[in-house]
T-cell receptor
Framework: NAGVTQTPKFQVLKTGQSMTLQCAQD?????MYWYRQDPGMGLRLIYY???????DKGEVPNGYNVSRLNKREFSLRLESAAPSQTSVYFC???????????FGSGTQLSVL | DQQVKQNSPSLSVQEGRISILNCDYT??????FLWYKKYPAEGPTFLIS?????DKNEDGRFTVFLNKSAKHLSLHIVPSQPGDSAVYFC??????????????FGKGTKLSVIP
């Protein structure tokens, strides 16, 4: 019962460093999403992929890039990390568009 | 411009009593509403949803009410249990203010059920 798996669970970066957050789902879902959660801000959509081969910007895409590697995997890349990107990042997937997302357990990222 | 608002950051309720979590929205294009529950160090999990064509949906101890004219929905938990202590997010799907179809979340309400 893996569902949505995110790696790593924790990461500390220095300003300017790059990294890629990995996400994989085993539910054969078409759509995948990246959200960030900040204190007092709820969940905000960074990027999403409605289907394999497509990606679209969400509410807060600046400073991020994504790759839908295949139907299972959707990665989020920070090219030059900034302290403002300190957050908890959640990957999610669904098979019914925007209804009923299944979330991973999150990646706690700190940028110093 | 916050399209989904949860105005109560926190709520404390005695075990066995009713918990009522409220959510307001401003975008009349939203047509589907969901509640997610989140425990610390875990991802949100889907709890219950309601379509805009209904005004009530019930699942065990959880009931969601939708008042479209007031652009308001609420989640009722009866009876509340200590295991219900979590952060609850209200979410709405439909055309966003940016013109794309998205799921928009509120900021969450932290529910504490006191034994």
């Amino acid at each position: 019962n893996a569902g949505v798996t995110q790696t790593p669970k924790f990461q500390v970066l220095k300003t300017g460093q790059s990294m890629t957050l990995q996400c994989a789902q085993d539910m054969n879902h078409n759509s995948m999403y990246w959200y960030r959660q900040d204190p007092g801000m709820g969940l905000r959509l960074i990027y999403y992929s409605a289907s394999e081969g497509t990606t679209d910007k969400g509410e807060v895409p600046n400073g991020y890039n994504v790759s839908r590697l295949n139907k299972r995997e959707f990665s989020l890349r920070l090219e030059s990390a900034a302290p403002s990107q300190t957050s908890v990042y959640f990957c999610a997937s669904s098979n019914r568009g925007w209804e009923k997302l299944f979330f991973g357990s999150g990646t706690q990222l700190s940028v110093l | 411009d916050q399209q989904v608002k949860q105005n109560s950051p926190s709520l404390s309720v005695q075990e066995g009593r009713i918990s009522i979590l409220n959510c307001d929205y401003t975008n009349s294009m939203f047509d589907y509403f969901l509640w997610y529950k989140k425990y610390p160090a875990e991802g949100p999990t889907f709890l219950i949803s309601i379509s805009s064509i209904k005004d009530k949906n019930e699942d065990g101890r959880f009931t969601v009410f939708l008042n479209k004219s007031a652009k308001h929905l609420s989640l009722h938990i009866v009876p509340s249990q200590p295991g219900d202590s979590a952060v609850y997010f209200c979410a709405a799907s439909g055309l966003s203010g940016a013109g794309s179809y998205q799921l928009t979340f509120g900021k969450g309400t932290k529910l504490s059920v006191i034994p």
